[in-house]
């Protein structure tokens, strides 16, 4: 092999590796800003993982909103599913919905998670994860948001399983703060 070629082959591997730098620097400086807490929550429509139809946030007005995000691959998420099942079933009286996004799962794996864990809660399907990366900005799995009658954020995002202390009780603090409102 020539050296022209082969130093042709090095600055071409030097400009993916710069380029790749380029493109991650400006990923990092330009992230969209997660929501705050009293801002109007972000709307979104998405499509049931039963595939009976979209479900959107606005047809939630008037109802306390619990906006779960998880994977069927998270250890956390599966120890919070049965937390969040209790809370479906103990508060749906009360004008609370429990809904679950699946970000980034394949359908089967994520029917799968709720099959195993008995989920009964309205799920929808985030696959390509636009609402929970882009338009939620969430870091990571489980993330609970909750959402008052009015559509607004109530404290801050709970980033961890609401199943355990200290979760637990963010958790329910935003939750009573918002059936308040």
Known sequence: ?????????????VAVVVALFVVLVWRLTHRTAPPKPGAA???FSLNRLDGSGPISLASLRGRTVVLNFWASWCGPCKREAPALETIWKD????????LGVDSGDEKSDARRFLAAHGVTYPIVSDPNEIL?????????LPATFVIDAQ??????????????KPYAV??????AAA???
């Open 1 to 13: 092999m020539s050296r022209s070629i082969k130093l042709g082959g090095q600055a071409v591997a």
């Open 41 to 43: 929550a972000p709307a």
């Open 91 to 98: 508060y749906r009286a009360k004008n609370v919905v429990v």
């Open 132 to 140: 929970s990366g882009n338009t939620y900005n969430v870091p990571g």
């Open 151 to 164: 559509g607004r954020l109530v404290g801050k995002v709970v980033l961890g399983p609401i199943s355990d």
């Open 170 to 175: 963010t958790f329910h603090s935003n939750l």
């Open 179 to 181: 059936m308040r409102s």
